[in-house]
């Protein structure tokens, strides 16, 4: 028996089939189960304060048992990847940046490879490293408010001001290499911004001192903790077999037992070179997964220590001017800004270079046509970018695999079966990003 849907239809128009779909009843839709009078059909969120971020669940209850999970997205979309393909291809940077607002420089650097791939240039050796150094502290960054979103929905509000307040010592960092806290736009295709000012690779030192001591204090705090260990353990239980049938990955695949990173299995910015391991454990829950991330923080302070040693002077952007932008930047007054020299040379000593500056900045520069796939292990899991070129000043296409959109298909899994309470632990253990979700 087939029924039809009397919130959806389709109509013929002489541009194709076009779909109408409206809003369902809540009664109608609800109302026809004949188990109804014994099930509580609940909404959590999306203002609610333990969903992670502007997320909906619709969780069926009997009891306290949570018999089914509906997730609902979309409250933070953005139209990100059609805006990109409105900008040029440096243009591109600033909105990409701002889709997993956690982790912008995973977003920059994936969506610039992918440029680079279709232009066929190699990023300077400084620049690279620069991308490493600074991926790095943006994980550590990352998984700090994991842990502290993580304490607040779990009532351990201690963790929660300590991880903010252990973040803060990051972005101190990352607002004095890049000039801004979050949505840097540092990395640019070819390279990055500017190089990085005077002093701070003492300063990252000094930082670098003092985490192993502030990590520890996590664990004293909370992974003793036997009501932090109870509320996490045997809770949002996901096997390999399921996190490959949903596609999921990152901690909440390597918690699962399988050492699957992107920076060992497929290496991108020459992170093969670079001495880490990659945490796992064999829980395959929320305990494990808490696990994983604390782990991951110490060996990002390891691969941050290797990324200073080889730092050696050179240039932080392809020498070829057609695509470098913006051109020769110095730190200025105001943080950035286009050197003096260079503002002498395009306004009064060449109107080449001037209409050339005028050009690169306005219109953008060419990519050859193609289209490709670039992926980078982001603090939750695989960032993947599908650009397509025709071969113009602005990208075609602009896809992306988010880590958090996929992920999200977990939840049911992880909590259908359990209590409403444990609920909470699971969406905070996969740790997502809403914008980055609703791109």
Known sequence: MTTTDPYAGSRETTEGRVYTVTGGDWDLTFGSDPLAEERLVVNMGPQHPSTHGVLRLVLDLEGETVTKARVVIGYLHTGIEKNVEYRTWTQGTTFVTRMDYLAPLFNETGYCLAVEKLLGIEVPERATTIRVLVMELNRIASHLVGLATFGMEMGALTG???GFRERELVLD???EITGLRMNHAYVRPGGVAQDLPEGIEAKIR??????????AGFHRLLTG???WQRR?????????TGCVALGVTGPILRSAGLPWDLRKVEPYCGYETYDFEVPTADTADAWGRYLVRMAEVNESMKIIEQALDRLRPGPVMVEDKKIAWPAQLSLGADGMGNSLDHVKHIMGQSMEALIHHFKLVT????VPAGQVYTAVES???????????????????VHVRDPSFTNLQATAAMSEGGMIADVIAAIASIDPVMGGVDR
């Open 160 to 162: 929660m001001t300590n």
């Open 173 to 175: 960092l990352l607002e």
């Open 206 to 215: 000094e930082w670098l001192a003092i985490m192993p001591e502030r990590v």
């Open 225 to 227: 903790q036997p009501i």
């Open 232 to 240: 996490l353990r045997d809770v949002g239980y996901l096997d390999v």
């Open 363 to 366: 219109e953008g520069f060419r």
């Open 379 to 397: 603090p939750r899991g695989e960032l993947g970018f599908h650009v397509v070129s025709d071969g113009g000043t602005r990208p075609f296409r």
